[in-house]
């Protein structure tokens, strides 16, 4: 069981369309609290660097995604990915780093561990949550 200080480090892949808005690097935390994952985020943009006069500092950003509107979740590449699907198109929108209804993490080498017990418990909440629905 997760305890309610757990987090999960992630950076998130910038996307092609993140790039040209000038976001380079995104790092942060996943967690969940009251049946919702929840990504705490910084993105790396060019004000971050004082590379463009117009760019103002990025801030630390949260966002809430309902684990209802989650479709299935799923370790890659030796416990270094995460993938989470969603449900639906909005789940994810102008999150950076997310490609339609997927949206794409980076765990650590050194946090794939910590990924297995986050993820297994993750699932485990989701087949309670649909097993209600019916």
């Avoid at 757990?6 to 790092?27: C, K």
């Avoid at 971050?48 to 509107?69: C, Q």
């Avoid at 909005?90 to 297995?116: E, H, M, T, V, Y």
């Amino acid at each position: 069981m997760l305890s309610p200080h757990d987090s999960l480090p992630v950076s998130l892949e910038p996307t092609p369309a993140d790039l040209m808005q000038g976001i380079f690097q995104v790092r942060g935390l996943l967690k969940y609290r009251d049946k919702a994952l929840v990504l705490e985020y910084k993105p790396v943009t060019m004000g971050d660097f004082g590379l463009a006069a117009k760019s103002k500092k990025s801030e630390i950003e949260t966002r809430s995604i309902l684990l209802r509107d989650v479709r299935n979740l799923a370790l890659k590449n030796l416990g270094t990915r995460l993938i989470v699907e969603a449900n639906n198109l909005s789940a994810f929108q102008d999150l950076p780093g997310s490609n339609g209804d997927r949206l794409a993490l980076r765990i650590g080498w050194k946090d794939r561990k910590a990924a297995q017990v986050f993820v297994s418990f993750l699932r485990a909440e989701l087949t309670e949550i649909k097993l209600g629905e019916s």
